[in-house]
């Protein structure tokens, strides 16, 4: 699986990015995604994951960090193979790398475990 990030740029602080990861080589339908960031200086952080549904748990279910619950939203289209990182309210703090992750095995917030990356695009957020 090939990932790749897209969507990152300059944005003033209230403002809005939706990031994109868009995989190659295998359909996703049946693999956890998730987005971490790394901000310069400090280990990469999970920003939030989405599930798949398998039809049988009651559907997607999204989960996100403290630092970005109810400014931030995952979605995903498997029809397309992507994945979106909605961003609102951005902060300065908000500046990073943004990398998209995916496994088929494990949902979770621990970067380590994710199996499948996307080289990284760059939020800025001005203030």
């Known amino acids: 699986v090939q990932l790749q990030a897209s969507g990152g740029g300059l944005v003033q602080a209230g403002g809005s990015l939706r990031l994109t990861c868009t995989a190659s080589?295998?359909?996703?339908?049946?693999?956890?995604l998730a987005w971490f960031r790394q901000a310069p200086g400090k280990l990469r952080e999970f920003v939030g994951r989405?599930?798949?549904?398998?039809?049988?748990?009651?559907?997607?279910?999204?989960y996100f960090a403290d630092s970005v619950k109810g400014r931030f939203t995952i979605s995903r289209d498997d029809a397309k193979n992507t994945v979106y990182l909605q961003m609102n309210s951005l902060r300065p703090e908000d500046t990073a790398v943004y990398y998209c992750?995916?496994?088929?095995?494990?949902?979770?917030?621990?970067?380590?475990?994710?199996?499948?990356w996307g080289k990284g695009t760059l939020v800025t957020v001005s203030s």
């Open positions: 992750a995916a496994d088929q095995f494990y949902t979770g917030d621990y970067h380590s475990q994710y199996k499948f």
């Open positions: 080589g295998r359909s996703l339908e049946t693999y956890s």
């Open positions: 989405i599930t798949w549904s398998d039809g049988r748990s009651g559907g997607l279910r999204t």
